[in-house]
């Protein structure tokens, strides 16, 4: 009988919908003579057996090696092997059919031989994985391996892949395993890909090569191999040192960063009104307390916006900071103007205080701070250079506050009034300037920004009552090798400190480094006073 259109086209899309449910399920099914290993007596067979399960590269083999690592593979008496589903049922991985589980059935267990066969065969199987940065980590484990039998699944692994980073992982790993190959032409072409690639992880399989034993022989025998060798190791060696300097100049700009919040409200009041304020780092932590405060408030209340808490914790910080110095200038300060020694003592005293209640409120113990999840991780850059999403935070958020404080003293009543006062207060008063409440207002102001710095340190240290006082002679450092009340100054001289200190630390190490900095500012100090930039006013009289 003939077929009409409509029932031909019904019977087509039936065959063509069943091909790829045959294909799918035959891709699931692993092969009885390659699970037989497992059901071995010896650890020689069941390692055998991972290692080929590993070379298949077919979700079915996938899916063994996943049980493998859950625990959940199960051998019968009569050498099947099952996958357990639930605790009465299991998967048959050979035919496919969901089975009752035998009463004798046992659990396999691995032991550290048959775990690292078990990662390597993982590693294996999931460079096929639909997720590229699976692939990319699996292509980055068998750069370490060195096993000449992962070369023909790398190979089709790079001939599928499309992703040019992951390509470029999957050819490192095909000539880290090459470099055990018989022929010294396949050797050399692997030494010299090694050494394009720049990774420091190669540099001991690299030094190996050009190794003489006690007898005076050379592991690699071949000489141009060696000389290969050579030049990949300088390569790498090259880029180490321009990796290391990168390095230590972001870390120090972001040292700087954090020692530029520091010393900003610093330079504000002890250039306005020349008091020098001891008691600055535990403005600092008081920022940082309220950061820890509105964390709790967020966990508390609103959990589904944690992720966000920062962003409620500056303005937070920023209040409660500055009415606390605003406060400590209307009750102590505004009555010691003119006598430092007086104001250093006094500031000093507070700052036990502010410490000491802290310590009463919070305890004496560090309080836990959490980056949220978007500074949590960071910019992988170089190979072997890792750049921290919380610290580059942190410099952009030195920056903005630079800006901001630059728009406030130069496009802002409050900004003419304290230019006015620090450069002429006398003369400023008789013009009418409230003097007083200008002061109050700028030494809320600096310490408002001394609570915004609170809540950087709080994202990079532990948080606790004693977490300002390795913040102020850093401080005071910046302020006076910059130039007493310069904005200017106060941005070069942090930033300046910071990386000059994360250069010679690799040298010198922390505490030479810092001893090295002070002798250098005292120096500096002896030759030109004003620091930097020359102060105005008040300051410089």
């Given at each position: ?131 590229p940065s699976v692939r990319l980590a699996a292509a980055q484990r068998l750069q370490k391996e060195a096993d000449p039998a992962r070369v023909p699944i790398i190979e089709r692994a790079l001939s599928a892949e499309k992703d040019p980073s992951i390509r470029r992982a999957l050819e490192v790993a095909m000539a880290s395993a090459a470099l ?362």
């Open positions: 009988m003939s077929l009409t259109y409509p029932s031909w086209k019904r019977w087509l899309l039936a065959v063509l919908l069943a091909l790829p449910l045959q294909f799918s399920v035959a891709a699931d099914l692993v092969d009885r003579n390659v699970l037989s290993g497992l059901a071995g007596d010896s650890n020689e067979e069941r390692a055998k057996a991972i290692t080929a399960l590993g070379l298949l590269s077919t979700p079915g083999a996938a899916e063994v090696l996943a049980a493998l690592g859950d625990g959940n593979v199960l051998i019968t008496s009569n050498a099947t092997v099952l996958l357990a589903r639930t605790r009465e049922q299991a998967l048959d991985p050979v035919t496919g059919q969901i089975v009752s589980i035998p009463g004798d059935a046992q659990s396999l267990t691995l032991n550290n031989r048959l775990r690292r066969a078990l990662q390597s065969a993982l590693a294996s199987s999931e460079l096929f994985s639909s997720q055990k190959s018989p022929d010294a032409s396949v050797r050399r072409q692997a030494v010299i890909a090694l050494g394009e690639s720049k990774n420091s992880a190669f540099k001991p399989a690299l030094l190996g090569l050009i190794t003489a034993d006690g007898t005076g022989q050379y592991i690699e025998p071949d000489e141009t191999v060696r000389t290969a060798a050579k030049a990949a190791l300088s390569k790498i060696e090259q880029h180490q040192t321009l990796v290391s300097w990168i390095g230590n100049i972001f870390f120090g700009i972001s040292l700087g960063s954090v020692l530029l919040l520091a010393a900003l409200g610093l330079a504000i009041t002890f250039g306005l009104m020349g008091v020098i304020n001891m008691a600055h780092g535990e403005l600092l932590m008081i920022g940082a307390y309220a950061t820890y405060i509105v964390q709790g408030v967020f966990k508390q209340w609103f959990p589904e916006w944690l992720d966000w808490y920062v962003l409620a914790a500056l303005p937070v910080a920023f209040l409660i900071t500055a009415i606390v110095g605003m406060a400590l200038e209307r009750t102590v300060i505004r009555w010691l103007y003119g006598r430092p020694l007086e104001t250093l003592l006094a500031t000093w005293g507070i700052s036990l205080i502010l410490m000491q209640a802290v310590r009463s409120i919070f305890g004496a113990q560090n309080v836990e701070v959490a980056n949220p999840s978007w500074m949590s991780s960071g910019i992988r850059i170089l190979g072997d250079l890792t750049l921290s999403y919380n610290r580059l935070v942190i410099i952009g958020f030195a920056l903005c506050i630079v800006i901001a404080v630059w728009l406030v003293l130069n496009f802002t009543r409050l900004g003419l009034f304290v230019r006015a006062i620090t450069q002429n207060r006398r003369m400023a008063d008789c013009v009418g300037v409230p003097t007083g409440r200008i002061d109050m207002l700028a030494f809320g102001l600096g310490s408002g920004i001394a609570g915004l710095a609170g809540v950087a340190l709080s994202q990079l240290s532990n948080v606790g009552p004693d977490l300002g006082r390795g913040y102020i002679v850093d401080s005071f450092m910046v302020v006076v090798l910059g130039g007493v009340g310069q904005l200017a100054g106060t941005v070069v001289a942090a930033l300046g400190l910071g990386v000059l200190n994360k250069i010679i630390e690799p040298f010198w190490g922390a505490v030479i480094a810092k001893i090295a900095i002070l002798l250098f500012i005292v120096l500096f100090v002896q030759k030109r006073p004003q620091g930097l930039f020359a102060p105005k006013g008040r300051s410089a009289e």
